[in-house]
């Protein structure tokens, strides 16, 4: 399978570049029969565009999404779904000038050594544009697992920098434009952003996943394991350099009497492993984090090379996030979803449909 | 591909359980012309091995690998290489009291939910005895690697609980059972380790590992990105539950102006990235970490249910390490050769071998 | 990989139905470089389209492709290359009385009873306006082959019903509607057709593709021979029943000392294998053969049911070929090199660049 | 995924050389709970064993299966499967004059160009020896498809050489050594094979392989047809030069009106599709055939080149069967059960199993 496609059984490929005629995908292998139309796109990708607060990347993305196949009278017919989205506020020119020099931090200068040629307006192909497809891609999933096996797959920003949350509300994270999940902490997080901004830096964040009503069962050892898949899939977001399962890093200085999730006929009795065991969901939430780097594109300037590896200064002035972090939270509830459906499909073919044995502990849900 | 392989061009597929007769691998795409011998792999596997010092698990694997195909008159023919190693010391008496009881913390009840039966002689498929295989691949993907690209793979214990390296020598990694790279510091962690051990206890650990010589241009995006590779082979080794690449999670809380490592015509001036950009490599050294919970096999007795979802006390007698991390060092340094083995075959099927284009800033290696 | 996808290192993706808003297809793992335009692929989809001689579909396609991504200032760039044809004159009307029955000899039946749901309009995906985009694909695939190792992949009507060339000329093929390779017969050949529409029925045909100066050594056994992938690619063409390599069939009452290929240092005395030994190339043009069916859709009426089970009577009045077959060539050329061009790119992961071993003996060219 | 391995849910890699230590397969995907035992295997793999008459090679292989993993107390766990056969009486002598020299029309040449490096003794990876393994295999999915589907895979010799059945009865097959369904004829056939022998010569054979009981739906368009992966994995097979799905070449001269099978509420009136429409099963039998080449092992001389270039003498005096076509049917009948089973999984991955929606019409078996 080649580098630009995702998943087993339900396949994702995507294609486009940040300042190309269109960005787009095919989905291959979802089910028949599933009810999907272009304006339900619409909220997961509000969710991800830029433009949507003055803490995001002004670049005003329509994305209007095209059905170009797969779907007839509304439903899926089990054939592929490709989805396009025309680029058009793609102001070229503002990348003129680096497209002789290699922003440090960025992938200018591996595209250019592995390819020897490569696409430099806005980034080309390894924009964070590209993520706006699997945003896309993981409604169709997040339909489907929802309607057939009541999963939610939700995510909110865990560390704004080295600001964290001091309270949870779910209700809370979809209420603010930083996917925060304490109302109270909004107007911290907005002065943070605005001396970020003023002072021409970025910054990094962390992102976590939750899905609960995962079933027991879903997951393939020994190399298509369900914590292995979600971190090839998180760690393909670009400015992703870490993933945790459960309590991951944390895990580290744990006692084993602590970590191992102890069972009772009601249930798990704590939740360390984030729902997956040997590879394989356990029935509690599948919980997972990504750690995201601060975005290399800032004003302050730096020192790099040129095509001719000559020394030069750069400075990013196109308009970008000062934490890019922020907009991920979809972007890895799509990949989290992605993998979820994938699996759930997986382990219908070798293991027939969930339902053929009743789990002997209750799921459990809990932030 | 099925879900006991790894790799693309370089394929991997394991077999075997813990108590079965004989574990195994079938390595498919390797070059011809590598030269291969059994006793090559003894050094490996040693490492790897239980029963070598009083920290590990007393279970003694003899671990004789037998090469069944694809090496003719001492070198690779370039058909698939199948190794073997019979199961020997299997005390399967050990386990008969635990199977009918999920051990908690282990793959026992999501195996059983998943399949509706399970091998439960030593964990059966989810024993970790199965990384034995992947340290032996290893061996060939090192091999290769070394002897085309002068590429070096190597790990190292970069955290045992909560106690970290004060400081840093390669040569003491190799002279010590912890794979610890601070020679003044290990009869501190002997002592540690006789302290849990007489609690009945376990405890987390993190590795390290480190590819130098890697040159630029390994890595396929979007979705077959050399750090997302990563991801998922270290993820699918047991126990771990989190993986960072360069910084990892130290970059949430970093600023931009910090983390983009810059460049001049003499080199990067830092490695934060972790020797990849836009999941392909920089030339820089590749470096990931790995976190490992502590193993859930431990004396002190634990509360979970049997196949009939009854209350029942577990406590785990067999022959267990304290800290499967310890040994876990020589287990994640094969999976990233593995990984990088695969990326090289594949960069070079598209982009030709490498030195087509020469890299513009010098490779630098340092710890 | 999903089951829209074709080949291992370059992957074709195809979607669309055939009255759906467009049709496209994704093509990944094109190597860096090769410079491609939008009007490099209408030759290639002149010779596939209808509406072009009388005894073809009436359908006019205009076919214009649009590239989407992976091209810039004209030269791939090692990103997945996007190509999308919109559909025009799609008539969806004749098809409304078909929605609810099933045309014998078509796909109706199975894709109802396997999605329980389908695109009806002129066979949705099962149309053979899927193959529009293999010849799209199989431009790049090509001009790659042609630019970097100088294979041509060509191919001509080798029989129509029973009917078959009395002498072959390379440049008569491109001459007649036909792909004749005997401009003698074409007058012939016109007459069966008329006869044939005027009957209003369909027939047979039989398309042989031969590829010159393909390299010894392209092919992987077991599972991914030459010539095992070349017959996955060619009876993956709509209404292809058989595939022969070489001699094919014809080999059955052969003896062996007929059949081998003798070998002398000026070269190979003979080529029934087809240019492939063991599932590798060895040097000696590649040539495969496909089987038509008759089209089914005929103006006969014909038994079928509904779907309630009803027995009905289809007579097909849309615009179609009374020989399929004509205008597969084309799509068989395709096939042929887009699997040639993944060979290669396999071939050269593997084992590096064809040139490493110099040939013993001379290739050779004949039809 | 390797080229070594075969199938998508239910992957095959086989591994081993003819002369090496040992042969062997790693089955994955395998639902759980199916009841295998080494003795399972006996039947088929003496059906295609040497040594059985002396029509056949005279090298006796005991051929006793290993079962090295995936199957505990009796039935398989959803692990990996590995068997193993130790090759026993190779005798590598036999060999030892062609090791420089290329048998023409055997894939001496192609692989020593290809790897650069061969395994001559008996074929190495290249010999018919490996397909045991594809038979093996073939005796799980046959009963699996058996017990959940009561799908039937069975093949018989369709043709030796010129010589045609002239009779049918499925219960003749498997009481002569020819797999002959017409008994009255094979008194002819060991007289032909004697004068065979006598000359030293070889000749070719058409097997064919039916499977009743096939649920319709199964085959997943564009790529992953039922009749395309029918078609690699027969043209997989060793000296098989082309495949037909019902008809095959025979729709080449038919009209629509003949070829397309009409439907009637008690069923399809005809089957020249084979059970097969556009890459789908209808319900009826699934029909393939293969031509299978003459052996180039033969006493007859002839003329062939040596590693460096210079014309040879090539006589094959090894223990080879004048018609390796009889010994192929239960190879076929284990490619096409292959299949079948993978294609049983993928449709209960994407579409629910089998049964959701009843055949509007009946299956119906017939030879």
């Known amino acids: ?106 992938a200018d200068y591996t595209y250019w050594h592995k390819y020897g040629v490569r696409d430099p307006r806005g980034g080309g192909r390894s924009s964070a544009r590209e993520t706006t497809m699997r945003v896309a891609a993981g409604v169709v999933a997040k339909r489907w697992l929802a309607e057939r096996y009541g999963v939610r797959v939700r995510g909110w920003l865990a560390a704004l920098g080295d600001v964290t949350p001091r309270a949870f509300d779910w209700d809370a994270v979809e209420e603010n434009p930083f996917f925060w999940p304490d109302a109270a902490m909004v107007p911290e997080l907005e002065a943070f952003m605005d001396r970020l901004r003023k002072s021409g830096d970025s910054v990094g964040a962390r992102v976590t996943v939750l899905a609960d009503n995962v079933p ?27 993933v945790e399962i459960g309590d991951g890093f944390g895990a580290v200085a ?37 750690a995201l780097k601060p975005t290399s594109s800032i004003l302050i300037p730096g020192r790099s090379v040129n095509v001719r ?24 509830e799509a990949m989290v979803a992605l993998v979820l459906m994938d699996q759930a499909l997986r382990h219908r073919a070798q293991c027939g449909d969930v339902g053929a044995m009743k789990p002997l502990i209750p799921a459990k849900t809990a932030p």
């Open 1 to 106: 399978m080649s580098s630009n496609s995702f998943g087993k059984l339900l396949t994702v490929t995507t294609f486009g570049e940040s300042h190309g005629p269109a960005i787009g995908c095919v989905i291959d292998g979802c089910p028949p029969g599933l009810a999907i139309a272009p304006e339900d796109f619409r909220a997961d990708l509000d969710r991800r565009a830029t433009g949507k607060s003055r803490h995001t990347s002004q670049r005003r993305e329509a994305d209007d999404i095209e059905i170009l196949s797969g779907v007839y009278e509304g439903v899926t017919t089990g054939t592929p779904i490709a989805l396009v989205i025309r680029n058009t506020d793609a102001r070229s020119k503002d990348y003129n000038d680096i497209a002789e020099r290699f922003r440090p931090g960025h």
């Open 254 to 290: 744990q006692r084993g009497s602590t970590h191992r999730d102890e069972i009772t006929p009601e249930g798990f009795l704590s939740n360390h492993a984030g729902g997956i065991l040997g590879g394989i969901s356990t029935g509690q939430d599948v919980i997972a984090s990504i």
């Open 216 to 242: 027991p069962g879903w997951g393939e050892p020994i190399y298509g394991k369900l914590d292995g898949e979600l971190a090839a899939a998180l760690m393909s977001i670009n400015a992703v350099k870490g």
């Open 309 to 332: 590896g000559e020394p030069v200064e750069v400075v990013t002035k196109g308009r970008h996030d000062p934490c890019v972090g922020i907009r991920a939270t979809p972007i890895a």
